[in-house]
């Protein structure tokens, strides 16, 4: 037998062994990034009216979830009033997955150190568009810096799956308070 057709031979025999060995992913879908991207991210020291936003999800009572570190946060309530001057978090986000969205969470981060929390709940399909503005805790400023950024901690799918960010930011102990 001539070599070339010897080393052909060996080379299919080991091709198939190995491919047999390697298993194959069927209709998986693997999110190496975040579900959601953030197209804005404008933190405010009182309320400031900003164009095409409207207020966030906020239920009629306290607003409480369990967060992605583990703890209870509570959300505040938004309010347009000229008089509020509680904090407040003007987010402008993407659902940049195929399936539609029940639930985000965004977490404002200033100094690499997460400061606040907002929860957004509603059907979020994919390429739409939202636009919120959320209450924050009267404890978030001073920020102490002008660079901020948004990035998502948690997202829930319709069908009930969680993605949760494999890299949550840093907590600040004022976080909770």
């Given amino acids: 037998?001539?070599?070339?057709?010897?080393?052909a031979g060996l080379c299919a025999t080991?091709?198939?062994?190995?491919?047999?060995?390697?298993?194959?992913?069927?209709?998986?879908?693997?999110?190496?990034?975040?579900?959601?991207?953030?197209?804005r991210c404008e933190?405010?020291?009182?309320?400031?009216?900003?164009?095409?936003?409207?207020p966030g999800y906020y239920p009629a009572r306290p607003y409480?979830?369990?967060?992605?570190?583990?703890?209870l946060y509570?959300?505040?309530p938004f309010s347009a009033s000229v008089q509020t001057t509680n904090p407040t978090?003007?987010?402008?986000?993407?659902?940049?997955?195929?399936?539609?969205?029940?639930?985000?969470?965004?977490?404002l981060v200033a100094r690499g150190i997460l400061v606040a929390e907002v929860r957004d709940v509603g059907t979020f399909s994919h390429g739409a568009e939202i636009k919120h503005v959320f209450g924050l805790h009267p404890n978030v400023y001073p920020l102490g810096t002008s660079i901020t950024q948004c990035v998502p901690l948690r997202a829930t799918y319709q069908d009930g799956t969680v993605w949760t960010s494999p890299h949550l930011p840093k907590l600040s102990p004022t976080v909770y308070e």
């Avoid at 037998?1 to 080393?7: F, G, I, L, V, W």
């Avoid at 060995?21 to 959601?36: G, K």
């Avoid at 933190?43 to 409207?54: D, K, L, M």
């Avoid at 978090?89 to 977490?107: F, H, Q, S």
Wanted: hydrophobic fraction near 35%.
């Fill in 89 to 107: 978090l003007a987010i402008d986000y993407v659902n940049t997955t195929p399936k539609a969205l029940r639930e985000i969470e965004v977490g």
């Fill in 14 to 39: 080991v091709c198939c062994f190995t491919s047999a060995l390697v298993p194959r992913a069927v209709n998986a879908i693997v999110v190496t990034s975040a579900p959601v991207r953030v197209n």
């Fill in 43 to 54: 933190p405010q020291p009182g309320y400031t009216y900003v164009s095409g936003f409207s």
């Fill in 1 to 7: 037998m001539h070599p070339s057709r010897a080393m």
């Fill in 74 to 76: 509570h959300q505040y």
């Fill in 64 to 71: 409480y979830w369990g967060d992605p570190y583990g703890h």
